[in-house]
């Protein structure tokens, strides 16, 4: 159960687009459609932002978009604002039917 | 609006036990899979484990297999997670959790604290 490898940061000015990557393994991302993110401001629970790689929730701007290539899924934020600044989580099912999540990236808005 | 409030954390020394509790309301509990996921101070999360409708599969990271028991009620709409032989390591805010590899909806956590 190898953790998924995140950027330890990334930034970008309001307006901006940004990516950040999520590298999994044959195991997990590249097996299975079921890659989520999630975001994280301080002292408050995750929020869900994207799931099965590229679905958004109701109530979740467009602004966030999810994709996936062989081992590595990325998250997009389009139009960055202020309020994008938190950390940000991938996970990932896995083929031993368990849940792997990457270390986290925190993202800057400059 | 989906709740879940967890309970049971605090103070625990090292080789001791815990049960964690998770309230579910305002959505119909067995109908869908539950999940613990823990974050250490200032660290990631970390996956624990999940359990399936009616508490016949469950799952664990290698971390806690065999230390820790998930388990549900359905009548009660709740959710457990019998912490044994705890270590400092297990230090962390623990989150009961709607699905099973996406949480929807999150608990506001409960802190564990293994410390002598």
């Known amino acids: 159960q190898s953790a998924l490898t995140q950027p330890a940061s990334v930034s970008g000015s309001p307006g901006q687009s940004i990516t950040m990557s999520c590298t999994g393994t044959?195991?997990?991302?590249?097996?299975?459609?079921?890659v989520t993110w999630y975001q994280q401001h301080p002292g408050k629970a995750p929020k869900l932002m994207i799931y099965?790689?590229?679905k958004r929730p109701s109530g979740v701007s467009n602004r966030f978009s999810g994709s996936k290539s062989g081992n590595t899924a990325s998250l997009t934020i389009s139009g960055l604002q202020a309020e994008d600044e938190a950390d940000y989580y991938c996970?990932?099912?896995?083929?031993?039917?368990?849940?792997?999540f990457g270390g986290g990236t925190k993202l800057t808005v400059l | 609006q989906v709740q879940l409030v967890e309970s049971g954390g605090g103070l625990v020394k090292p080789g001791g036990s815990l049960r964690l509790s998770c309230a579910a309301s305002?959505?119909?509990?067995?109908?869908?899979?539950m999940s613990w996921i823990r974050q250490a101070p200032g660290k990631g999360l970390e996956w624990v484990s999940y359990?399936?409708?009616?508490?016949?599969?469950?799952y664990y990271a290698d971390s806690v297999k065999g230390r820790f028991t998930i388990s549900r009620d359905n009548a009660k709409n709740s959710l457990y997670l019998q912490m044994n032989s705890l270590r400092a390591e297990d230090t962390a805010v623990y989150y009961c959790?709607?699905?099973?590899?996406?949480?929807?909806?999150w608990g506001q956590g409960t802190l564990v604290t293994v410390s002598s």
């Open positions: 959790v709607r699905g099973q590899y996406s949480g929807f909806y």
């Open positions: 305002r959505f119909t509990f067995s109908d869908f899979y």
């Open positions: 359990i399936s409708l009616r508490g016949s599969t469950t």
């Open positions: 044959s195991s997990d991302v590249g097996s299975y459609n079921y």
């Open positions: 099965d790689v590229s």
């Open positions: 996970s990932s099912y896995t083929s031993s039917s368990t849940v792997v």
